[in-house]
């Protein structure tokens, strides 16, 4: 139960700090325009949106959370199996395309809601997968101490 709260986190934790992160960077960028030539004033420029970039909330706190989402993906891998951990996490990516489609306003094509579906269908799958190989494995730890 708690494998399944740290899961839960971390892929809130990553798709709201990936949603973010790139509502922070287009706030940025959208009003800038940055030629492509090395010379002083485009390294003028490249500072000027570093600066921006780091000091824009949005990008900050997207930041913070992929921080925390790859320290609660440590933990997870410490806990449970790559095999596991991996396709479960996975899940973030229909949230971000959720969130992205709500809050980016950006539009979701039929293949992109059917790739969504698929895996949803997929992390299902294998969590269900892994819940069975759990209760196995405490039912065969409860038999042994009888």
């Known amino acids: 139960m708690r494998l399944t709260l740290i899961v ?6 990553q798709a709201l700090g990936n949603v973010l992160l790139g509502k922070g960077i287009k706030q940025v960028t959208s009003n800038l325009n940055i030629a492509v030539t090395l010379d002083y004033i485009f390294l003028e420029k490249c500072l000027a949106v570093i600066t921006l970039t780091l000091s824009n909330p949005s990008f900050i706190f997207g930041l913070v959370l992929l921080i925390a989402f790859f320290i609660l993906n440590l933990v997870l891998l410490s806990k449970a199996d790559l095999s596991y951990v991996m396709p479960v996490t996975s899940f ?4 971000i395309a959720v969130l992205a489609f709500f809050i980016l306003e950006e539009r979701l094509s039929a293949a992109q809601w059917i790739g969504i579906t698929l895996i949803s269908f997929g992390v299902l799958i294998v969590g269900r997968n892994e819940l069975l190989r759990m209760q196995a494995k405490t039912l065969n730890s409860e038999r042994r101490e009888e």
């Open 8 to 13: 839960v986190i971390a892929v809130l934790v």
């Open 92 to 95: 973030s990516y229909v949230l």
